[in-house]
Every structure is written in structure tokens, then in C-alpha cells.
């Protein structure tokens, strides 16, 4: 949904950067701009979510991690954003411990605020909030059966292959107009995968027919 370019709102321009993030991640490029534009994102859906009363993934993230400081939490989740963003201090710096799998979270952060606030999300949300849940089977909710016969044996594809077939689920979930995470009962808790994000910090650590999909659905409610 692209919003008109002379009235638009906050929640415009973060879920423009969200999916252009998501984009460009399942392309496998540019992994500094995603971080960028999915860290912008973030900080505008977070502001709002405090804003309207609805609890942030930082809020998890804090809950979840009592040994760490609000502080310590926020300097590990923006020290790359703000090194690519500002230079008044840093200009002769040369950052090293940059990844890829950072944009993981960070996109997965902003996900989650976004469907806080909003009753839609936009496909590349969608996709990309299951591609994370199989790609972290562990934080996985175990409700999730069917997701994982769209992303087969993701444990033992390497991250570019993951990430090619999370661009191939995506570009086929363009095509199902009735496509919806919450049909396939994606609840991927939130506490779960801020403690994912607090391990990662500390340093620890084949497509099916969406017909098919739904039968299998109804079925497994014992429609």
C-alpha cells in the first residue's frame, strides 16, 4: 500500500522503510541500508506504541533480560545504527563487529511494533515474521507446522539460500490474495525472540499451494 506522498504520517513513512528493508534483505543486499532503514523504522514505530500505551519489543526485551541495564540494552541494540548515522565523534573510527544477522532482529524489532499498532501488515511483514520463526526454530511456536512446508529444512540451507527462498515465499505470497499470517496461526512470541536478540548480544550464540495450506489448517482445528 503506498501512501500519497502530500499527506503522510509517521506510520507512512516506518512501514515504507520496513518493507523496503525486507526487500533489500531477501535480495541480500546493501546489508547497511537495511540496518539503517529498518533501525529508523523501529525508532518511529517504538515512539509510537509508548505513545498509544502498547508495549514495545524493548519492553520485552527488558522484562525478558533483568540482569541488563534499560542503558546497556540500548547501546547494544543501537551501536551500529548510530555508527552508520552519525560521525561528529566518531569519524575516524573503523566499526568491526558489524553482521548481517544483526538485521534479523532489527528488522524483527520493528515488526512487532508495527503489528502492535496496526491491524494490517503489510506481506513483507508477514513473510518475513514467519521466515524468522523457522529460521529460529527454537523460538519457534510449536503451532507452526504448516510455515514450515513453506520454509523447508531451513537448518540446512546456508543464509543466502534461506534467504532466497524467503524472497521466493514472498514473491509467491504476492500472488494469494488471501494469504495472511494469522490464517496460518503465526504467534511467535515476543519474549521468545527477545531472548534470542539478549543471546545474541552476549555473544552465545518446499513451498506448498496456499489451498492446500488452508485445508490443512481446518483441519488441525478439526474443521
Known amino acids: 500500500m503506498k501512501a500519497p506522498l502530500d499527506k503522510l504520517t509517521k506510520i507512512d513513512a516506518a512501514r515504507s522503510q520496513l518493507a523496503t528493508a525486507i526487500n533489500l534483505f531477501f535480495d541480500d543486499v546493501d546489508p ?16 509510537i506504541c509508548r505513545k498509544n500505551g502498547k508495549q514495545t519489543f524493548f519492553a520485552h526485551m527488558r522484562e525478558s533480560n533483568p540482569k541488563f541495564t534499560s542503558k546497556k540494552i540500548r547501546e547494544t541494540l543501537n551501536k551500529c545504527k548510530n555508527w552508520f548515522k552519525h560521525a561528529d565523534k566518531d569519524h575516524g ?4 563487529d558489524f553482521s548481517d544477522v544483526l538485521n534479523d532482529y532489527a528488522i524483527f524489532m520493528a515488526s512487532h511494533d508495527y503489528g502492535s499498532i496496526e491491524n494490517w501488515k503489510p506481506i513483507e511483514i508477514q513473510v518475513f515474521q514467519l521466515w524468522f520463526s523457522t529460521v529460529y526454530k527454537k523460538h519457534m511456536d510449536p503451532r507452526l507446522g504448516i510455515v514450515q ?3 523447508p529444512d531451513m537448518d540446512k540451507k546456508n543464509r543466502r539460500e534461506q534467504k532466497l527462498l524467503g524472497k521466493n515465499v514472498l514473491d509467491w505470497a504476492r500472488t494469494q490474495p488471501e494469504f495472511t499470517m494469522e490464517a496460518l496461526e503465526d504467534r511467535l512470541d515476543a519474549e521468545d525472540a527477545a531472548a534470542a536478540l539478549a543471546e545474541l548480544a552476549r555473544g552465545e550464540d518446499k513451498a506448498i499451494p496456499w489451498k492446500k495450506a488452508k485445508k490443512n489448517l481446518r483441519r488441525r482445528k478439526g474443521k
Do not use: G, M, P, R
Open 32 to 47: 547497511i541500508s537495511v540496518h539503517s532503514l529498518a533501525c529508523a523504522s523501529a525508532e518511529i514505530l517504538e515512539t
Open 149 to 151: 512446508q513453506l520454509f
Open 93 to 96: 573510527d573503523v566499526l568491526t
